[in-house]
């Protein structure tokens, strides 16, 4: 009797009485000894058992899902840790962390104290190289492969990049390097947005076999030797009619003239195909070869399969139908507060234009798109290229936004200095997911914009604290005329404040006083503010009058606020969603500039803390980095040498 299957989607794959092999395969080389069928169940189990995980802890499924068979095949092939298997970006690399080693841990994926969602060179030998943003794994490849030689070492390095991260700049520069050194390197070019039926038959399978083969490869480069010695009119026509002849047969001209061994396109779900080619690509003695393999996101799960952009990134769902959990909260969410408030000043000025680098949906520009198709551009992976076509849009008249995470724009940032605020042309930066973003990690986490922005002369930098606040900044921005700016807010949900039906410009570098005390002063800048009201109420209850200011703008400063704060209060906390070297630096550089910091006022900053943190909730995370509202009270008792714990005993 066959066991009844682990979910009712499930039944679609192919049956099996055999024992179940993903229960053996504890590390990759328990499957050396697996037959081609003993393979192709296991891949079938591995995409069971990564269905079933992503459904209790939420996060990337469908490109995990495309890369079933060729995690198999990789690790079935090669001789990893040994061999060195990089995952660019990381998010599609759940498969293979079921076959190293984590699959007790897989159910603790992006939670605290669990897997991280992307490759971690502290969680495990098979991770060589820690990856969340895209584009560097052939970078990373090429100098591990350099290492190699130098030390004399004879093991691989393969390199999978999807074909979404070949729209990024560095890939081709890591490219036209290793191609120019002739190292041994493997390249996989997951390419997952091909139709994959042209080259799947039988006699295109026959001549990828024969393409990849150490003989074919051998003469290939025997040619190029030979065509060396020739004149070179002569060594160029015959490389021009061979590499034209391979690319009508085979495609892959463009990497073949950035030095690469051209193979494929390959079927990256049939096993029959990969292992024999894969084998092939591994025992030839040549420079960097580049194997293209066709998959499709989310394959085997047929809701990520009919809906790819929804099931590339998930929360927790329920497996046999696919519907994803629903927020429980009603405030709307910052990305979409930012999206409904650009589309209101786009229907108001016709040179208001969006840009985004690969990421429409996560900042709420395909809703701007749907309206204003001619408006709106996605430049793919590619965030230093958004930046300065942003900065030409600038020049004619226009007024360019470019949302793009925070996290992201650290990749742009020659071109944020050069070309945007040494020109102070007025491109308007929108920076979502600043702060700590939960179940992504360090990775992601938007902390450092703050100081690698607030340095730069011209800037306006804003950060809202609540998506009212959000609105009206959005004006501003589009009142800003005559400099660069960056509106910084978080990942989630907005505080459920009432909404103004249109932005109203605020006054640069002017901040608001939120609540008069006289004690202490907590300034904040962000969406901190509403733990510092929350810290005010505990602070009050224990004999603590509190004033509570809203800084709004990190850059420039409202001056006169910042020394009346310190005139006035005996403490003065500023806090902030960032690192160290932003918003509160920025405050002891102008009090100690005027002399306040003389007047006894005790002057306190509240930043994140100085290391990365790992994944939880964001909540957990600000509680770990004490700024919320219990943080705030002990850091304003600590400043007055007193112990928040023995005060509250003391009241009591």
Known sequence: MRPAPPAPWSSLLPESSKTPLLDRVLVPSDMKNLSLEQLKQLADELRTETVDAVAKTGGHLGAGLGVVELTVALHAVFDTPDDKLIWDVGHQAYPHKILTGRRDRIRTLRQGGGLSGFTKRAESEYDPFGAAHSSTSISAALGMAVARDLKGGKNNVIAVIGDGAMSAGMAYEAMNNAGARNERLIVILNDNDMSIAPPVGAMSAYLLRLGSGRTFLKLRDVGKQLTQHLPKSWDRAITRAVEHARGYMMGGTLFEELGFYYVGPIDGHNLDHLLPILRNVRDAEIGPILVHVVTQKGKGYAPAETSADKYHGVVKFDVATGAQAKSKGGAPQYTKVFADSLIKEARKDDKILAITAAMPS???????????????????????????????????????????????????????????????????????????????????????????????????????????????????????????????????????????????????????????????????????????????????????????????????????????????????????????????????????????????????????????????????????????????????????????????????
């Open 362 to 652: 996560g900042t709420g520009l395909d809703l701007f798109g749907q309206e204003f198709p001619n408006r709106c551009f996605d430049v793919g992976i590619a965030e230093q290229h958004a930046v300065t076509f942003a900065a030409g849009l600038a020049t004619q008249g226009f007024k360019p936004f470019v949302a793009i995470y925070s996290t992201f724009l650290q990749r742009a940032y020659d071109q944020v200095v050069h070309d945007v605020a040494i020109q102070n042309l007025p491109v308007r930066f929108v920076l979502d997911r600043a702060g700590l973003v939960g179940a992504d990690g360090p990775t992601h986490a938007g902390a450092f914009d703050l100081a690698y922005l607030g340095c730069l002369p011209n800037f306006v930098i804003m950060a809202p604290a609540d998506e009212a606040e959000l609105v009206n900044m959005m004006a501003t921005q589009v009142a800003i005329h005559d400099r660069p700016s960056a509106l910084r807010y978080p990942r989630g949900e907005g505080t459920g404040v009432a909404m103004p039906a249109e932005g109203t410009p605020l006054e640069i570098g002017k901040g608001r006083i939120v609540r008069e005390g006289h004690k202490v002063a907590l300034l904040s800048l962000g969406t901190r503010l509403a733990e510092c009201l929350k810290a005010a109420d505990e602070l009050a209850a224990l004999g603590l009058s509190t004033t509570v200011a809203d800084a709004r703008f990190a850059k420039p400063l409202d001056l006169a606020l910042i020394l009346k704060l310190a005139r006035e209060h005996e403490v003065l906390v500023t806090i902030e969603e960032g690192s160290i070297g932003g918003f509160g630096s920025f405050v002891l550089q102008a009090l100690a500039e005027h002399g306040a910091l003389d007047t006894g006022c005790k002057v306190r900053c509240m930043t994140l803390p100085d290391v990365f943190q790992d994944q939880d909730t964001p909540a957990a995370m600000y509680a770990q980095a004490r700024l919320d509202a219990k943080g705030i009270v002990k850091k304003v008792f600590e400043a007055l040498g007193k112990d928040a714990t023995a005060e509250t005993v003391k009241l009591a």
